[in-house]
């Protein structure tokens, strides 16, 4: 499985950026996708994630209310929408995908297959 996330950018306080990752190889055989980020310094945090099968989907609270993850099975697509974008949220987002049911989403090692970044500046 391959991943490829795309979408970042530089944006002001308040703004709007939707991500995406691109899935590709045995995608199908993924049960879950998920963002993570990494902040200059910082270590790797879950975002959200979502169930391929279901649509189920988790956030980190840092991204309630103000994040959407969606999925678009047929084209092997992830998105996250992100609006009322903060400073603090300015990382490398990744996408990553897990094949097992075991493990929560939010947890990094649960994750068998990682993309390449991008990266979301969000200026004061």
């Known amino acids: 499985v391959q991943l490829q996330a795309s979408g970042g950018g530089l944006v002001q306080t308040g703004g709007s950026l939707r991500l995406s990752c691109q899935a590709s190889?045995?995608?199908?055989?993924?049960?879950?996708l998920g963002w993570f980020r990494q902040a200059p310094g910082k270590g790797r945090e879950f975002v959200a994630a979502?169930?391929?099968?279901?649509?189920?989907?988790q956030y980190a609270d840092s991204a309630k209310g103000r994040f959407t993850i969606s999925r678009d099975n047929a084209e092997n697509m992830v998105y996250l929408q992100m609006n009322s974008l903060k400073p603090e949220d300015t990382a490398v987002y990744s996408c990553?995908?897990?094949?097992?049911?075991?493990?929560?989403?939010?947890?990094?090692?649960?994750?068998?297959?990682w993309g390449q970044g991008t990266l979301v500046t969000v200026s004061s």
């Open positions: 190889g045995s995608s199908g055989s993924l049960y879950a």
């Open positions: 990553a995908g897990k094949r097992a049911k075991i493990l929560r989403l939010d947890i990094i090692r649960a994750y068998d297959y």
């Open positions: 979502i169930i391929r099968s279901s649509g189920g989907t």
